[in-house]
C-alpha cells in the first residue's frame, strides 16, 4: 500500500503563489505517476496535473495551464505542484494520487491523500 500526505494549502490573495508538496511512502512510490487534482464545493473532481513514473512527461489542464509547474524528487519521494497567479477560481482541496497507465489515454489512481485546502481571495 501507498500512503500519500499532502502539505503546502494555505490562504493567499489573487496573484499569489502556493507550492504543494505530496510525500509518499513505501517503496514502490516512485513507480507511479501522480496526479494532483482538486475538489471544489458545487464542482466535479478536475485533474490539474499529472507527472509520470520518471518525472519525464508532464500534463497540464487548460484551466491552469501556464500557472502550474509539477516535478517530482524521488530520494525524497515528493512530487510537487507549484502554482502561481493564482485566482479565486482555483479555491478547492487539492489531493494527489499514485496511479497507473492502463491504456494510452487513461489512468487508474490507485491511492489518494486527504488533501490540502487552498483559499484564494479576490
Known amino acids: 500500500q501507498v500512503q500519500l500526505v499532502e502539505s503546502g494549502g494555505g490562504s493567499v490573495q489573487a496573484g499569489g503563489s502556493l507550492r504543494l508538496s505530496c510525500v509518499g511512502s513505501?517503496?514502490?512510490?516512485?513507480?507511479?505517476?501522480v496526479g494532483w487534482f482538486r475538489q471544489a464545493p458545487g464542482k466535479e473532481r478536475e485533474l490539474v496535473a499529472r507527472?509520470?513514473?520518471?518525472?519525464?512527461?508532464?500534463y497540464y489542464a487548460n484551466s491552469m495551464l501556464g500557472r502550474l509547474f509539477i516535478s517530482r524528487d524521488s530520494a525524497e519521494n515528493t512530487v510537487y505542484l507549484q502554482m502561481d497567479n493564482l485566482k479565486p477560481e482555483d479555491t478547492a482541496v487539492y489531493l494527489c494520487?499514485?496511479?497507473?497507465?492502463?491504456?494510452?489515454?487513461?489512468?487508474?489512481?490507485?491511492?489518494w491523500g486527504q488533501g490540502t485546502q487552498v483559499t484564494v481571495s479576490s
Open positions: 494520487a499514485a496511479g497507473r497507465l492502463r491504456t494510452t489515454s487513461h489512468y487508474e489512481y490507485l491511492y
Open positions: 513505501g517503496p514502490t512510490f516512485d513507480n507511479y505517476a
Open positions: 507527472i509520470n513514473s520518471y518525472g519525464t512527461t508532464t
